[in-house]
Every structure is written in structure tokens, then in C-alpha cells.
């Protein structure tokens, strides 16, 4: 009986080491499924492929990534990779749905994004859905140069900015007097986030009714949820929730638009403040076709979406940043308080010509802008076979430029690791490896807007207020993007001005 139990034990034990072993040996073939399947589809190319993994079939290593994220360790993953196949700046891989070349070397990066002949947008397929534009995203080099020329210049030169000054100032005090006001602790971010979309609003659409931006701005929260989704249409999930938030902003926008329309034909309008509505209904494609309504509903939804949580989000961290670093909260309080010295008494608001003196401040927001990563990459896709370095990229395949490779890398910034405004001081930057808002003729055209948001917001705050986290140890997230897990749940304290 002993003998018959042992035989039968050792049975089992041959039985289960055989069968792990099996499933051992089907994971690696199944794994290397995607890996074998590109490589013979390929295999008559000149070139080879770049190295690398492609990952799961069919999911690729998007589970990889999005732990990687998840855990505060975002630089892992490119880490991970670069470790395993060598520093050479280019990888293959397989994410967010699609193969994919992953790039995080600066010149190659730069060739990548200022060549239009073969690269094109590849936005993954959420954000291409939600965000749909046939003249930002889908349109021809053509039209799209020549619908940049038109809308590009009030929120890029100074004569445009100026004009968008005292709305943005205006909203900006408003907010901050209703914050501090407040008893209770506020989730900083919901609260800029009203800031910037009010602000965001005024500019593209001019002065709206408080209820109508109150119901755009709390159907964009479902519309950006949606962006970085699994792109499924099916009641429940977020992509579907998100489809449906955004026909109901088009609901919304459309009579606006053609209301505006109408009184500008009528000359209504006449004497009025611009704004970027005017300019869009004033636009011609290089037929000379006016826009139809439904584009420029397509559009300012692009635009809203692209304009406010960016924002937002630029002007919390920096407020955590100095707070944390009260050295350089000092230097750029004191560059604030000597613009006011300067100021004549008649002057009661501030000017342009301010905002171009905060030079310090400037620093900072660079600062924050390196060391936040809103895009983790910026999407391109390839729209014939490119060779790079002896490499291919194949016809159809997304290139994702790896900004937090660029940014984060101790070679291009030392001490990469530590918020540090001074290093703006003498830092000549490779070209390259500082790319927040892209390059080439699809960088991003409100980064100068953006910037002048956080300005005047920073301006006002730091004259005026302080932060007090009530969490200041908190866990941050970087999936989607960098954040703290309690949006920085804080009091905004007035303070008196010495």
C-alpha cells in the first residue's frame, strides 16, 4: 500500500512538473507570436526592424506600460527596454492597439517630427474619435499649413495674447477670492481646471452664458475620460460614455456657432471684442471655401480639450513645486513684487509688457514642463517605409517620440530627477531633448497661451495666497498622466502683502 502510494505521488509530481513546463514553453511561443508574425511579414525588406519586443498578441505590452505608470515608476519601462537591447534610440514594440516604433534619441526624435513628407499624426484611435477635425488632425499638408497660417497668430504673436489678457486676469482673481474664501479644504486641480476652461472658453468662443459653459465643462469631463480608454462603443464603458458627452457638446456648440454666424452677416457683431469663433467663421480653405458649421464645432472641441487640462494641470504643479522648494518660491515671489514696484499708481492691472519681464517665472515653468511630461509621446505615423540609423519603419506603424526619455535623461539634464528653475540660468540645451509642445509645423499653436494662463495665475498667487496640502506626503499617479491621487486636496490661504 506504502509502495503503490508512493509510485502514485511520484505520478502526480511527473504529471504537474510536465504540464508547467508545457505552459511554460506555450507562454514563451505565444508571447513571441507577435514578435515571429512582423518579422516574416517584413522579412523581404532592405532593412531590418529595430530591436525589441513586441509583446502579447494583440495587446502587446500596454499592460506593461500602464503598471509601469500606475506604480510611479513611468521611466521604467523605456529604462527596462533600453537596458535589454542597447542604447541606440529605437525600438520596436507594440502599444495602445498597433505596432509601434519607439524613439528617444533627440535627433532622430527632431527628424521624426519635422518631416511632414513621411510622418503624419497617428494619435491612438480614442483620441482621433473624440477629437475629430478634418483640418487639424485629418487634413493635407496643404490645408493644414494654410489653416495654421490663419488661426496660428492671435494666440502665438503678442499683438493676439494681449487681447486675451484682461479675460484671463479677470477670471483668474475671481477664482482665487472664491478658493481662499472657502472653509474647507478644495481639490486644487478641479479648481484650476475651472479656470482654465472658463479662460479657454472666453478666448475661442468670447463672453457665454454661465450655465451653457457649466454644461459644456461637465460634459468635457466625461469627453476626456474617454481619451486615453479602450476605444469601446458599448453602453458602459467609458469610450461609449465619452462618444456620447461629445454629441451632446456638439448639440450645444452648433447653435452657437450659427447664431454668431447670422449676426456677423447681419452686422451685428460689428464692435465687438474678437474672438477665435470670428476668426473660424471667417476662414477659407485653399479653395477658398468658408468652414461649415459642423467643422468649426469639430474644431473648437479640439481645442477646448487641448487647451484647459494641460493648463490646469501646468499651473497645479507648479504651485506644489514652489511650495515644496521654498528657496525658488522666494526668488519668484520677489520677481512678482518688483513688477508692482515698477508699476504706476494709475495701473491697476497687468499689462503685457509684465508678463514679458517675468523672466524668473519663466524658468519655472519650463522647469515644470521637463519635469511633468504631459505627453509621455507625442503619436506620429508612418506614411511610407522610412529607414532611420539602418533601421525600418514600416508603411502604417506609429512612432511614438518618447518626451520623458528626452526629458529625464541625466545625459541632456543633470540632476534630472530634481525640479530646478536655475538650470535655465546658462543651460544651453541640445537641441532636441526639451520638446513639451512638439516641433515642426504641428507644434502644439497654443503654447504661448498656455504659458500666459499659468503667468497670470502664478502672478496673482503668489502676491497673494499660500498652499497648505492636506496630504502632502500623498501617492501621485502618471497613467494617464502625472498627478496626485488626491488632486491636490489643499486650503489657498490669503495672505497679507508686506
Same mark, same amino acid.
Given at each position: ?5 508512493? =509510485? ?25 507570436? !507577435? ?10 525588406? #532592405? ?19 500602464? #503598471? ?19 542604447? !541606440? ?5 507594440? +502599444? ?11 535627433? @532622430?526624435? &527632431? ?13 491612438? =484611435? ?6 475629430? /477635425? ?5 487634413? /493635407? ?51 484650476? *481646471? *475651472? ?66 454666424? =447670422?449676426?456677423?452677416?447681419?452686422? #451685428? ?19 477658398? &471655401? *468658408? ?40 526668488? $519668484? ?13 494709475? #495701473? ?8 514679458? =519681464?517675468?523672466?524668473?517665472?519663466? *524658468?519655472?515653468?519650463?522647469? @515644470? ?35 520623458? $526619455? ?42 504661448? +497661451? ?7 495665475? +502664478?502672478?496673482?498667487?503668489?502676491? !497673494? ?21 488626491? !488632486? ?11
Amino acid at each position: 500500500m506504502s509502495r503503490g502510494y508512493k =509510485k502514485m505521488k511520484m505520478q502526480w509530481f511527473y504529471i504537474c512538473t510536465a504540464t508547467l513546463f508545457a505552459c511554460y514553453v506555450l507562454t514563451k511561443l505565444v508571447r513571441r507570436f !507577435n514578435g515571429w508574425y512582423y518579422h516574416l511579414k517584413l522579412r523581404n525588406k #532592405q532593412y531590418p526592424l529595430p530591436p525589441g519586443d513586441m509583446g502579447w498578441p494583440l495587446i502587446g505590452n500596454l499592460f506593461t506600460l500602464i #503598471q509601469d505608470f500606475k506604480n510611479g515608476q513611468p521611466d521604467s519601462f523605456i529604462t527596462n527596454i533600453m537596458l535589454k537591447y542597447g542604447r !541606440n534610440g529605437i525600438y520596436k514594440n507594440h +502599444l495602445l492597439g498597433t505596432p509601434s516604433i519607439i524613439i528617444c534619441e533627440p535627433e @532622430m526624435s &527632431r527628424r521624426v517630427l519635422l518631416d511632414d513628407v513621411n510622418f503624419k499624426p497617428g494619435y491612438p =484611435k480614442p483620441v482621433a474619435k473624440l477629437l475629430q /477635425s478634418k483640418f487639424a488632425v485629418d487634413g /493635407s499638408k496643404a490645408d493644414h499649413r494654410h489653416f495654421r497660417s490663419q488661426f496660428t497668430p492671435p494666440i502665438v504673436d503678442n499683438k493676439g495674447l494681449e487681447m486675451f489678457l484682461e479675460r484671463i486676469e479677470d477670471i483668474v482673481v475671481h477664482s482665487l477670492e472664491e478658493v481662499s474664501s472657502m472653509k474647507h479644504p478644495v481639490e486644487l486641480l478641479k479648481e484650476v *481646471k *475651472k479656470v482654465s476652461f472658463t479662460a479657454i472658453v472666453h478666448v475661442f468662443m468670447g463672453s457665454c452664458n454661465h450655465n451653457v459653459v457649466k454644461k459644456i465643462e461637465s460634459l468635457f469631463e466625461d469627453l476626456m475620460n474617454g481619451l486615453n480608454s479602450l476605444p469601446i462603443n458599448v453602453p458602459g464603458f467609458t469610450f461609449h460614455n465619452a462618444l456620447k458627452a461629445r454629441e451632446k457638446i456638439v448639440k450645444i456648440l452648433e447653435p452657437l456657432v450659427s447664431e454668431r454666424s =447670422k449676426k456677423i452677416k447681419n452686422g #451685428q457683431h460689428e464692435g465687438e471684442r474678437k474672438d477665435f469663433m470670428d476668426i473660424l467663421l471667417d476662414m477659407k480653405d485653399v479653395n477658398g &471655401r *468658408k468652414m461649415e458649421d459642423g467643422d468649426i464645432s469639430d474644431l473648437l472641441i479640439g481645442l477646448l480639450a487641448a487647451g484647459h487640462e494641460s493648463t490646469a494641470t501646468g499651473i497645479m504643479w507648479t504651485i506644489i513645486y514652489l511650495t515644496n522648494h521654498p528657496h525658488f518660491l522666494k526668488i $519668484a515671489k520677489e520677481e512678482q513684487e518688483e513688477i508692482l514696484k515698477t508699476r504706476a499708481d494709475s #495701473q491697476k492691472r497687468l499689462s503685457f509688457s509684465e508678463v514679458k =519681464k517675468m523672466v524668473y517665472l519663466s *524658468k519655472v515653468i519650463n522647469e @515644470m514642463l521637463r519635469c511633468v511630461n504631459f505627453p509621455f509621446s507625442i503619436f506620429r505615423e508612418a506614411k511610407s517605409d522610412v529607414h532611420i540609423n539602418g533601421y525600418l519603419i514600416p508603411k502604417g506603424w506609429r512612432v511614438l517620440v518618447w518626451i520623458r $526619455a528626452l526629458h529625464m535623461n541625466s545625459e541632456y539634464h543633470s540632476n534630472h530627477q530634481q525640479f530646478n528653475p536655475s538650470r535655465w540660468d546658462d543651460h544651453t540645451i541640445k537641441v532636441g531633448t526639451f520638446l513639451p509642445f512638439g516641433a515642426g509645423s504641428r507644434l502644439c499653436p497654443g503654447s504661448n +497661451l498656455a504659458k500666459l494662463e499659468i503667468s497670470v495665475y +502664478l502672478h496673482h498667487f503668489l502676491l !497673494n495666497y499660500r498652499l497648505e496640502r492636506m496630504n502632502p506626503e500623498c501617492c501621485n499617479t502618471n497613467w494617464p498622466i502625472y498627478l496626485p491621487t488626491d !488632486n491636490c486636496l489643499s486650503k489657498v490661504i490669503k495672505v497679507a502683502r508686506v
